[in-house]
């Protein structure tokens, strides 16, 4: 596509310099229209001063006849017309046919006349002024006015043709200035495009094209750290998967061949399910993801009594703290009611009571606490305490990204999949909250979830 439009010429350099020809031709049109009634203006005026001031000094002889002469002479020597109103209103002389009644009738009278008249479709500067009992008639045709500004013109033309060359090349300087980083850019994302990172983008001094370049090479080093954030999370995803299905295939070989004895097929069975679901839970938190970042991902909005939603949660997981001695605690007296979905809001609890329990130590406990959100937005906040070894402030920042706790600790403390913060942090947003990390006073991890008073049936995306 981008190529077709090259090729109708319809880049942006294209653009800029056919825009600047034609301003410069619109410009240069105009100017030399406005300039060219104004010269026809100055010498009409010019012409009608020359005129009349020549036949004030022929109306100075006061006689008729001299003065007649004199135009006579004057106008043989300048090219103008002249003629003679006779006392009787008869007209002779070179310029008797512009002479009609109206302005003879006028010098006769003893008026001076000063008017631009037509005469068979030409017009013609008059000047005329009583002499003596008649008058005297002094006439230029346009047509000499026409030649003068004709020359003028002609003078100015090489001057107006090298300014609007001059306009032409600062145009197309100009579009190339301004394209060339824009083109450079575009090039340097088709490179992206292509999936080479780490692109020289270069800059320009042109503010705006500067912000694109810039905008540009942030694209370039977001991309850079989401890709590989990507490849780790696929490598710690194979990783992970290699384990309990080598653990299996190992099992499942020595069960074809006979190698296990009846005494330990049904420790080998425990071993076998154990690995099973080790490989399911980590399977469903991926298509869980999966679906967390779907378009058509819904929200099925209902009120939802987050009290009893916790006291539910923690009798569903009472078995389990149990063993690990774990007292599982709720404070939700002051719970309100939300229109939320109470399934997405349940298994958004149970995975953040899975993880503190994860790091609870034995004869700790693990409260379960929801109160109104400060403030006067309304919603409530849902927290989860544990007592477990807690979170640095690195740990903190980076909590709620893939696999980032997983890997920092798996050697040194129980961890999951990697996935769950990550699939709590989604799943918040998808109800139209949020989720945070902070330390507990007196040691261990709280997670608090804040959820709005209401929530739409479409709820927003979030990016992974």
Same mark, same amino acid.
Request: charged letters at 20%; aromatic letters at 4%; one cysteine or more.
């Given at each position: 596509?981008p190529?077709d439009?090259?090729?109708?010429?319809?880049? =942006?350099?294209?653009?800029?310099?056919?825009?600047?020809?034609g301003?410069?031709t619109?410009?240069?049109?105009?100017?030399?229209?406005?300039?060219?009634?104004?010269?026809?203006?100055?010498?009409?005026?010019?012409?009608?001063?020359?005129?009349?001031?020549?036949?004030?000094?022929?109306?100075?002889?006061?006689?008729?006849?001299?003065?007649?002469?004199?135009?006579?002479?004057?106008?043989?020597?300048?090219?103008?017309?002249?003629?003679?109103?006779?006392?009787?209103?008869?007209?002779?002389?070179?310029?008797?046919?512009?002479?009609?009644?109206?302005?003879?009738?006028?010098?006769?009278?003893?008026?001076?006349?000063?008017?631009?008249?037509?005469?068979?479709r030409?017009p013609?500067?008059?000047?005329?002024?009583?002499?003596?009992?008649?008058?005297?008639?002094?006439?230029?045709?346009?047509?000499?006015?026409?030649?003068?500004?004709?020359?003028?013109?002609?003078?100015?033309?090489?001057?107006?043709?090298?300014?609007?060359?001059?306009?032409?090349?600062?145009?197309?300087?100009?579009?190339?200035?301004?394209a060339?980083?824009?083109?450079?850019?575009?090039?340097?994302?088709?490179?992206?495009?292509?999936?080479?990172?780490g692109?020289?983008?270069?800059?320009?001094?042109?503010?705006?094209?500067?912000?694109?370049?810039?905008?540009?090479?942030a694209?370039?080093?977001?991309l850079?750290?989401?890709?590989?954030?990507?490849?780790?999370?696929? =490598?710690?995803?194979?990783?992970?998967?290699?384990?309990?299905?080598?653990?299996?295939?190992?099992?499942?070989?020595?069960?074809? #061949?006979?190698?296990?004895?009846?005494?330990?097929?049904?420790?080998?069975?425990?071993?076998?399910?154990?690995?099973?679901?080790?490989?399911?839970?980590?399977?469903?938190?991926?298509?869980?993801?999966?679906?967390?970042?779907? #378009?058509?991902?819904?929200?099925?909005?209902?009120?939802?009594?987050?009290?009893?939603?916790?006291?539910?949660?923690?009798?569903?997981?009472?078995?389990?703290?149990?063993?690990?001695?774990?007292?599982?605690?709720?404070?939700?007296?002051?719970?309100p009611?939300?229109?939320?979905?109470?399934?997405?809001?349940?298994?958004?609890?149970?995975g953040?009571?899975?993880?503190?329990?994860?790091?609870?130590?034995p004869?700790s406990?693990?409260?379960?606490?929801?109160?109104?959100?400060?403030?006067?937005?309304?919603?409530?906040?849902?927290?989860?305490?544990?007592?477990?070894?807690?979170?640095s402030?690195?740990?903190?920042?980076?909590?709620?990204?893939?696999?980032?706790?997983?890997e920092?600790?798996?050697?040194?403390?129980?961890?999951g999949?990697?996935?769950?913060?990550?699939?709590?942090?989604?799943?918040?947003?998808?109800?139209?909250?949020?989720?945070?990390?902070?330390?507990?006073?007196?040691?261990?991890?709280?997670?608090?979830?804040?959820?709005?008073?209401?929530?739409s049936?479409?709820?927003?995306?979030?990016?992974?």
């Amino acid at each position: 596509m981008p190529d077709d439009r090259r090729r109708r010429g319809r880049t =942006l350099n294209t653009r800029i310099t056919l825009l600047v020809v034609g301003v410069a031709t619109l410009v240069t049109v105009v100017a030399g229209v406005a300039s060219l009634q104004l010269v026809r203006g100055a010498l009409e005026q010019q012409a009608h001063e020359h005129l009349a001031t020549q036949v004030g000094i022929l109306a100075e002889e006061g006689d008729l006849e001299t003065a007649a002469r004199q135009a006579q002479a004057w106008a043989q020597d300048v090219g103008d017309q002249w003629a003679v109103v006779a006392s009787d209103g008869s007209v002779r002389g070179s310029a008797r046919r512009w002479v009609d009644a109206e302005v003879a009738r006028d010098v006769l009278a003893g008026t001076a006349v000063s008017d631009t008249t037509r005469a068979w479709r030409a017009p013609v500067i008059l000047e005329a002024q009583p002499v003596g009992a008649g008058g005297i008639v002094l006439a230029r045709p346009e047509s000499a006015i026409a030649a003068a500004t004709r020359e003028l013109v002609a003078r100015f033309l090489p001057i107006i043709g090298a300014a609007a060359i001059a306009a032409i090349l600062g145009g197309v300087l100009l579009a190339g200035r301004i394209a060339s980083p824009l083109v450079a850019t575009a090039n340097a994302a088709n490179v992206l495009a292509c999936g080479r990172r780490g692109v020289a983008v270069p800059g320009s001094d042109i503010p705006e094209v500067d912000d694109v370049a810039h905008a540009l090479a942030a694209l370039d080093s977001a991309l850079v750290a989401s890709e590989g954030r990507q490849r780790e999370f696929l =490598l710690s995803v194979s990783h992970e998967l290699r384990t309990p299905l080598t653990a299996i295939r190992g099992y499942a070989e020595a069960l074809a #061949d006979g190698l296990v004895d009846s005494a330990s097929v049904a420790s080998v069975g425990r071993t076998l399910t154990a690995e099973t679901e080790r490989v399911d839970h980590f399977v469903g938190d991926l298509l869980e993801l999966a679906r967390l970042e779907s #378009d058509d991902f819904r929200i099925e909005p209902s009120p939802v009594d987050l009290a009893a939603l916790l006291r539910e949660a923690a009798e569903a997981w009472a078995a389990k703290a149990a063993a690990l001695g774990v007292a599982i605690v709720v404070d939700a007296d002051a719970a309100p009611t939300v229109v939320s979905d109470p399934r997405r809001v349940r298994q958004l609890v149970d995975g953040l009571v899975e993880n503190a329990l994860r790091v609870s130590p034995p004869d700790s406990a693990l409260e379960l606490r929801a109160a109104a959100a400060p403030g006067a937005g309304g919603g409530a906040a849902i927290a989860v305490r544990d007592e477990g070894p807690g979170l640095s402030d690195d740990d903190l920042a980076r909590a709620f990204d893939r696999s980032v706790l997983r890997e920092r600790y798996g050697s040194s403390r129980p961890v999951g999949t990697g996935l769950g913060l990550s699939i709590a942090q989604r799943l918040a947003a998808r109800l139209g909250g949020s989720v945070s990390a902070a330390r507990a006073p007196g040691g261990g991890s709280v997670f608090t979830v804040d959820l709005p008073s209401g929530v739409s049936p479409r709820a927003p995306g979030s990016a992974w």
